[in-house]
């Protein structure tokens, strides 16, 4: 358990630790991919073999730290962590893979933006628990084959179509997490306001989670801040009308768009007239790097009908005008 004061803003690794579930079945939501995998688990502890890789594929703050967590602790297997920008080097996988014990899980975060003769290095280490570790330089050059322990690989992914196929191909299990129905996402809420002991109604659980664009971590997230709203402005319990106050002062709308969001729509409007405009025209306009659009906001702008993706670029749909309160140009598109 977690009391308020380690709360800090820098501390979000801290609270989202202690919010992870630790089991599979304490995991909310992605009925389907739950099921699927603890199919793929509990054979493999059956069988006494590791598992076949994973490969997780969706946007950021969707839980896929977390169930690798889950998959390795339901494996009873010590969990590695690195990530794609980590390994620059296919030595810097080399190192990794050479020190993962029997049956360990290895995450790897961002796996596809990994340096590609690292991946090839991977490719096989997947598929023959081998890999060659090539020494000196030029025509001197030599392979020396290593063998590694059988391991599970745990890819997570914020953009599937960027992986290789051969990379994807040697996954034998691969989960798209999607986003989260509010349902489902009141429910994560109700329980993380049970670690963080902020007591909250009903109503404003609702209001939270209507608001968390489909994502368990921004649900967490503005649990946290209705709840400082809530010890400062009023007794400390989140009720709806409490809840609605404080995430308008954070500028989180009734439909959950946040300032990224709204700027993205704002600046396709009112600079672009409406679309279509290509994502980098788009994402400089913002301030933002393309990635950081293409990933954090388009996704759920689309999910949204606010905007969509044209082969001349991007546009905003009739839903977004009235959403902004802006009238499009007469000759707009649509
Ligand atoms: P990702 O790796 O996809 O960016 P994380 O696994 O780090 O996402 O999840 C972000 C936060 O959201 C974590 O603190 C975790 O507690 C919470 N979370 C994610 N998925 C769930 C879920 N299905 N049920 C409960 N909490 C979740």
Redo the contacts with the bound molecule.
Sequence with gaps: LVSSSVDEDGDEQV???A???KKLD?????HRVREQLSLVLHSAVRRGRPPDHVLLS??????????AMIIAAELGRPLRISSGPAIERAGDLAAVLSTLSEGEVLFL?EIHRMARPAEEMLYMAMEDFRVDVVVGKGPGATAIPLDIAPFTLVG?TTRAGMLPGPLRDRFGFVAH?DF?EPAELEV?VH??ARLLNVRIEDGGATEVAGRSRGT??IA?RLLRRVRDFAEVRADGVVTRELARAALTLYEVDERGLDRLDRAVLGSLMRKFGGGPVGLSTLAVSVGEEPETVEVVAEPFLVRQGLLARTPRGRIATPAAWRHMGLTPPPAAPM
């Design positions: 609270i989202e630790a919010l992870r579930p304490d995991f909310i939501g992605q969706g946007g950021p703050g969707l839980g896929k730290t977390t169930l975060d997570a997490m989260y994560i329980r993380s368990p971590r967490n």
